[in-house]
């Protein structure tokens, strides 16, 4: 295999990579979204019991 072919399998392997890390990325970021959905709602609904407990 010559200098130009190793090189060209070196750049189609790093952005391979690139993509699996995008798209990776890209779920993590929905996750992260939805846990703080999550969180919010948890935190409310913590607020409403805090008030209950209150009155």
Do not use: P, V
Not at 1 to 23: A, H, V
Not at 40 to 47: A, I, Q
Request: charge should be positive.
């Amino acid at each position: 295999m010559c200098q130009c072919q190793r090189q060209q399998s070196i750049i189609e392997g790093l952005i391979n990579d690139i993509k699996d890390l995008t798209s990776k990325n890209a779920e993590m970021t929905i996750r992260f979204k939805i846990l703080q959905m999550e969180n919010d709602d948890l935190k409310k609904r913590l607020e409403k019991l805090e008030s209950c407990k209150n009155n």
